[in-house]
RNA sequence: GCGGUCGUAGUCUAGCUUGGUUUAGGACGUCAGCCUGCCACGCUGAGGACCCGGGUUCAAAUCCCGGCGACCGCACCA
């Protein structure tokens, strides 16, 4: 849509190269289009694959973390479990004067003193009581608030045609791990720690969303939910990265109202409190790697910490990794949550399957166990009818305490009734305690693949020489290879196709084009971010060379024809550089 | 949701104030052909647009109303 007030920052270009080559833009645009829908071109697609290809070498293939696909609609229960119904709900109040709109319950903490938990649990009704009983009035311009309204930020839906169950479309993959969580764990050989990798779509019903790729209603979360045994939170990757730095914007200082970065080493971190689990620290360390390797500085990231408040309502901890970008400044791309037991708890709560996991003691300790046995032929006698209500007593009383007082005083009062020592039998068992069962703790990193997409096309872009390129890293780059004849005569398409289809069938992602002049063809490959440009040229039908060109450089070397698929991969895979492709060309 | 700005080919735009001269003009891109011995050369040709609906009028891209959408700001973003 053509706009003056957009501007032409870099946004503004980035979306609009982004529509005209085929990255990405707008769904629905025959019906006018729909805000918080994108809809990805074949460029797109591909750099997307490739962004999540680099996250699941990273985590699947190198730390054996497992990967699984689970539905996006999940019945109510699953969300009512994780608190997504009540904390997706948010109430709002509008300004019956000026009719800005405020959240309910961030007005009643600021100025009721309210607790966050009491909130949650109020209604609408005594949402309305508690504005009017502590006298809130729009901060704006001091008039008073209409009705409470819940905003629900959740798709809801209906799960079968004439069904009343209700579902919810997932606002986070997380949830698909958890409750396959006891499943996952025997997949894993019973063993902690195991890592769980989700990536898929996810909704969210955003109120307005007008940031492009940055915010959308559909998206897709890669979340990793990483279990470990909250006794034994030691990370074994961590001697490797303890060095590494990490920017943090601490809340402490944020409280502060400073906008300090704390560059800390690892180490650092957790010895001074700064990150609360090893686990958590270590995936923030790959996360800021990743971004750097998708062309993000370090100087462009940064870690800030969530305030209590800002926090979701599962975590105790929360960083979010923010990448510098042109237009919205500071924009999160991924979050660092420490969830401890959290989901997998209320989803032991909720569905009454047994989430925990067993874990045998290094020493078993033998332990004393001490049970009190009702006596009935004393108890019947002596109680009557209410002995059977006697003898339930004395089985849920404490024995500890009931063989105590037996013993100091004689009798035990259980309520109005004298419990006497011939009333009871008292057994001391001895059982070895092998193992315990408990709850595992879970870190969540979780990337917004949407988001990466963005940054890595913003970082990607650059000027030469008034012409765009998009200067991807080479392993994300949607086009690895363009093949060119130099002219369109003399036998050169000829030559130069069969090196596309020889790279082709090598398995490279090449492009063919021999439209227009060469220079222009160049050109074309740089603003679609092709990072080798191959030439077929004269020389070429003589002695089985080419020329290779570096998109970023404009260099050229010239290297054989039958050497390329071994060079080639080897520049794709990092292990060489442009400079070792062939021997440089001059023209 | 509110306020402001705005909506013309794939993209950027001219035209709108003052309705008719428009078969809606240009540039870039695209396609076909020629040309082209290395960085968007040139030439010939082709295809491609007034957001949607209603109204005013002899006549609407142009004026009015409504809808939809976008951008910016506010609010929201677990």
């Not at 270590?282 to 305030?307: N, S, T, W, Y």
């Not at 033998?366 to 209500?389: N, Q, Y």
Request: proline share 5%; glycine share 6%; hydrophobic share 40%.
């Amino acid at each position: 849509m053509t706009n003056k007030a957009k501007g032409s920052d870099k946004f503004a270009i980035i979306n609009e190269l982004a529509r005209r080559r085929g990255f990405f833009w707008q769904s629905y645009e025959i019906y006018g289009g729909v805000g918080g829908f994108a809809t990805y071109g074949p460029l797109g697609s591909k750099l997307k694959q490739n962004i999540e290809k680099k996250l699941r070498d990273l985590f699947v293939n190198r730390l054996g973390i497992l990967e699984i696909e689970s539905p996006i609609i999940a019945p109510s229960k699953v969300f009512e479990a994780s608190g997504h119904v009540n904390h997706f709900k948010e109430p709002m109040v509008e300004c019956l004067k000026c009719k800005k709109r405020f959240r309910a319950d961030h007005l009643l903490q600021e100025t009721g003193k309210i607790s966050v938990w009491e909130i949650e649990k109020m209604s609408l009704k005594e949402l309305k009581a508690a504005i009017e009983k502590h006298k809130i009035k729009c901060p704006e311009c001091g008039s008073a608030f209409g009705e409470p309204k819940r905003f629900l930020t959740m798709f809801k839906t209906m799960i079968g045609p004439y069904s009343k169950a209700i579902g919810y479309g997932r606002p986070e993959a997380a949830q698909g791990i958890f409750v396959e969580f006891k499943r996952l764990y025997q997949i894993a050989r019973e063993k902690l720690p195991f890592g769980v990798l989700q990536i898929g779509h996810a909704l969210r019903n955003e109120i307005s969303p007008r940031q492009g790729l940055i915010r959308l209603r559909e998206f897709t979360i890669m979340d990793l939910e990483f279990f470990f045994d909250p006794e034994e939170p030691n990370c074994f990757l961590l001697k490797d990265i303890k060095k590494e730095k990490l920017r943090l914007l601490l809340s402490e200082d944020k409280l502060k109202g400073l906008e300090k970065i704390t560059e800390v080493s690892v180490e650092e971190a957790l010895s001074k409190g700064y990150i609360k689990a090893e686990w958590q620290a270590v995936f923030m360390v790959f996360a800021k790697r990743i971004l750097v390797e998708l062309g993000v500085p370090e100087k462009k990231q940064r870690f800030i910490e969530k305030l209590p408040w800002e926090r979701a309502h599962y975590a105790i901890q929360s960083f979010d990794q923010e990448v510098f970008v042109e237009r919205w400044g500071w924009v999160e791309v991924s979050g660092h949550a420490y969830r401890t037991d959290y989901d997998l708890k209320r989803h032991m709560e909720f569905s009454g399957e047994d989430m925990r996991v067993y874990k045998e003691l290094e020493n078993p300790r033998e332990k004393e166990k001490l049970t009190i046995r009702p006596v009935m032929a004393k108890l019947g006698p002596d109680f009557k009818s209410e002995a059977a209500k006697v003898s339930e007593m004395i089985t849920k009383a404490n024995p500890e305490e009931l063989e105590r007082s037996l013993n100091k005083k004689g009798f035990y009062m259980l309520g109005k009734y004298k419990i006497v020592p011939e009333h009871v039998e008292i057994l001391r068992q001895k059982i070895l305690e092998r193992g315990k069962h408990f709850i595992p703790h879970v870190v969540e990193p979780s990337f917004g693949s949407d988001r990466l997409v963005y940054v890595t096309l913003e970082y990607a872009y650059r000027i030469k020489e008034d012409r765009a390129l998009l200067s991807f890293p080479r392993d994300v780059a949607p086009i690895q290879l363009g093949v060119y004849p130099l002219v369109n005569k003399d036998g050169l398409p000829e030559k130069a196709l069969e090196v596309h289809k020889m790279l082709v069938e090598e398995g490279f992602r090449v492009e063919y084009d021999d439209s227009g002049s060469i220079g222009r063809r160049y050109a074309r490959s740089d603003e679609v971010g092709i990072p080798l440009g191959i030439t077929v040229d004269y020389e070429s039908l003589k002695n089985d060379t080419v020329t290779i060109r570096d998109r970023d450089s404009w260099k050229q070397v010239r290297s054989q024809i039958k050497e390329l698929p071994d060079l080639l991969n080897k520049f794709f895979q990092w292990k060489i550089n442009f400079e070792d492709l062939g021997i440089p060309f001059d023209n």
